[in-house]
C-alpha cells in the first residue's frame, strides 16, 4: 500500500494550492479519506473527510469555506484544494486513508507527508 502526497509549496497569504494524494495496492473507493496536518510544536490534526462510496465531506472548522475535498475514484487520488490560505495553514499536510468494520479498523495507512509554507 501507498498514499503519496504532492503539491505542496511555498505560496503568499491569499493564494492557493491544490494538494493530491495518490493511492495504490488498496481498493480506494470504499474507503474513508482524510487530510491531516501537523504544524510544529502541535497535534496532528484533522482538516477534512471524503467517506467512501457517496463521498460526504467534513470539514475542520478552520478551513470550512476555504478548503475543498474531493476524489476521483478512477484515478485512484484523493485532492484538497485549499484557497485563501492564511500562514496558520503552514503544517505539514498527510492523506490518511482508512476503514471500519463497525468499530474494528481493517485499514489505516498514512503517507508520507507533503510541507505546506505560508507566507505573511
Known amino acids: 500500500v501507498q498514499l503519496v502526497e504532492s503539491g505542496g509549496g511555498l505560496v503568499q497569504s491569499g493564494g492557493s494550492l491544490r494538494l493530491s494524494c495518490a493511492a495504490s495496492?488498496?481498493?480506494?473507493?470504499?474507503?474513508?479519506m482524510d487530510w491531516y496536518r501537523q504544524a510544529p510544536g502541535k497535534q496532528r490534526e484533522l482538516v477534512a473527510r471524503?467517506?467512501?462510496?457517496?463521498?460526504?465531506?467534513d470539514y475542520a472548522d478552520s478551513v470550512k469555506g476555504r478548503f475543498t475535498i474531493s476524489r476521483d475514484n478512477a484515478k485512484n487520488t484523493m485532492y484538497l484544494q485549499m484557497n485563501s490560505l492564511k500562514p496558520e495553514d503552514t503544517a505539514v499536510y498527510y492523506c490518511h486513508a482508512r476503514r471500519l468494520a463497525g468499530t474494528i479498523i481493517v485499514l489505516d495507512y498514512w503517507g508520507q507527508g507533503t510541507q505546506v509554507t505560508v507566507s505573511s
Open positions: 495496492g488498496i481498493n480506494f473507493s470504499i474507503n474513508t
Open positions: 471524503i467517506t467512501g462510496g457517496v463521498g460526504i465531506t
